[in-house]
């Protein structure tokens, strides 16, 4: 392991513990996910002038009016997608800096991301190398599209918000799967877990969140 990957003073292993453990406060309770956060070098994946705050719990600037979400964000909505279970095949709509993306990648044996924007595809790209994180698939795309071709998907995670729920992700859900999105309603946005099962789907509303906008096409 290489001193970057280990980091050093505020992007320690060190304290990525203490990261874990305000995880774990904060009512996280799978402990795969919370290993998981503990392994994946969030510093790698945040601008290094903003690197001595990878590991607070706070969103931080990606530039192109994109953020990386908080830890506990991505903790919460990868626990969800989790549900307990194991997880094969997982659709990540927005792949933003990769960080996210890697987190699923550790959970799940395959994991497709679809990101509007080319220099962020360019950015996860680096980050992911980086962080040798190699069962991904980055694609250039309208999220809101999916991606049929490697449809069925166990979960889908959405790290922007939408108006309303694509109905071309839903098609693409498995039996059993479930979609972690966060929506905007008339009481602002709210995270919603949304499972598909023989009979339809059912949905849950949860968390109140705050996460940019879902925008259609390419940038």
């Known amino acids: 392991m290489s001193v970057q990957y280990s980091g050093i003073g505020m992007t320690s292993q060190r304290t990525r513990m203490r990261m874990v453990e305000r995880l774990r406060q904060q009512g ?117 599209s999916g991606v049929p071709a490697a449809a069925p998907f166990d979960a889908i995670v959405m790290t922007a918000a939408a108006t309303h729920v694509p109905q071309a992700l839903l098609d693409q859900l498995n039996v059993g799967g479930r979609m972690i999105l966060p929506v905007e309603g008339k009481g602002g946005q709210h995270l919603y877990v949304i499972e598909r099962t023989d009979k339809g789907m059912v949905e849950r509303r949860m968390d109140p969140v705050i996460f940019v906008p879902l925008l259609s096409g390419i940038a």
């Open 28 to 144: 996280i309770r799978d402990e795969i996910v919370l290993s998981v956060m503990g392994e994946v070098p969030r510093h790698l994946f945040v601008d290094e002038a903003l690197a001595n705050r990878a590991y607070d719990d706070v969103s931080l600037p990606l530039g192109f009016g994109q953020t990386i979400s908080a830890p506990f964000t991505v903790a919460r909505m990868t626990e969800l997608a989790r549900a307990g279970g194991d997880l094969s095949k997982v659709l990540e709509i927005g792949t933003g800096c990769g960080y996210q993306c890697a987190v699923l990648a550790k959970i799940a044996k395959e994991v497709h991301s679809v990101e509007r924007i080319p220099q962020l595809i360019a950015m996860a790209r680096k980050h992911l190398r980086d962080a040798r994180v190699i069962n991904i698939r980055l694609r250039l795309g309208d999220g809101q």
